[in-house]
């Protein structure tokens, strides 16, 4: 496990950050990008900004009625269930008065604990904003690391906290790792390790638990 970071950067290079936007977007984000494509996403951030100043996107939003928000994520699909998830999570970033810089110097679980009381915020998409937005050493667990876990290392695990603690163990605790980790994951996923595997194609075939089974 702890060679798999390793194996894909050989493989993808850097990805960096890997999420793009900034703090701000990426609580937007976070939302918008549940059951849908990022060219959907980046449709409706299209179209918020044009009601919304870049620099205020939060505040700005947590203004607009969940009819109005509902109207520009349109393209996002959901956009009824997202605009009431995002207003419920403006509603929370209102009581720190959108200071995401403040945000950042709570402790990682103590938020954790405030986003998942939100309603509409689940598991996967709290850690993206505390890992992402906040930059807070978190694994996202998805599909696709669930995936990886199991083809590669022949590990079945749906539980959540389970899947994510078997990479907090294998790693030192550090955002831009964590970062690219998962970054790479998806990036892996997406180009061979698909629902149907393109196992001919990939360069970690060899090592792969699914292919010598």
């Known amino acids: 496990m702890e060679n798999l970071y390793n194996e894909l950067i050989k493989i993808y290079g850097d990805v960096g950050k890997w999420w793009p936007g900034t703090p701000e977007e990426i609580f937007v984000t976070a939302i918008l990008t549940q059951n849908t494509n990022w060219k959907n996403v980046e449709k409706a951030l299209k179209n918020i900004y044009k009601l919304t100043n870049p620099h205020d996107i939060l505040k700005d939003l947590h203004k607009l009625s969940k009819e109005e928000i509902a109207k520009l994520i349109k393209p996002a699909g959901f956009f009824n269930i997202k605009a009431d998830r995002l207003k419920n999570l403006l509603n929370f970033l209102a009581h720190y008065n959108f200071e995401v810089e403040k945000l950042k110097k709570y402790e990682t679980y103590d938020l954790r604990k405030e986003l998942l009381n939100i309603k509409g915020i ?15 050493p978190i694994l996202v667990v998805d599909t696709y690391t669930k995936r990886i876990l199991e083809r590669m290392y022949g590990i079945k695990e749906n539980d959540y906290e389970k899947v994510q603690s078997i990479f907090h163990e294998s790693y030192p605790r550090k955002t831009k790792l964590f970062q690219q980790l998962h970054g790479l994951i998806v990036e892996h996923a997406k180009a061979v390790c698909r629902k149907k595997p393109l196992c001919n194609q990939c360069k970690l075939s060899q090592k792969c638990f699914f292919k010598s089974s």
């Open 122 to 136: 689940g598991k996967e998409t709290a850690d993206s904003i505390l890992l992402y937005a906040l930059n807070k």
